[in-house]
């Protein structure tokens, strides 16, 4: 999970600094794929853990 926030907090410091426009698109992309792997990761361990209670 460490990694995953790492790489969202340099996505979005990337998409704030980026000259073009491709390379904000990419850490856009890097961001939404990155949040979506965070929520299944999170769902997985509630499942695990918690019976799927959030």
Do not use: E, H, P
């Not at 990694?3 to 980026?18: C, D, E, K, N, W």
């Not at 961001?31 to 929520?39: D, T």
């Amino acid at each position: 999970m460490f990694v995953i926030s790492t790489a969202l907090l340099l996505s979005g410091i990337v998409s704030l600094l980026g000259d073009s426009d491709k390379i904000t698109m990419v850490a856009v992309a890097v961001l939404i794929v990155g949040l979506i792997i965070g929520f299944i990761c999170i769902f997985c361990v509630q499942k695990k853990y918690n019976n799927g209670v959030f």
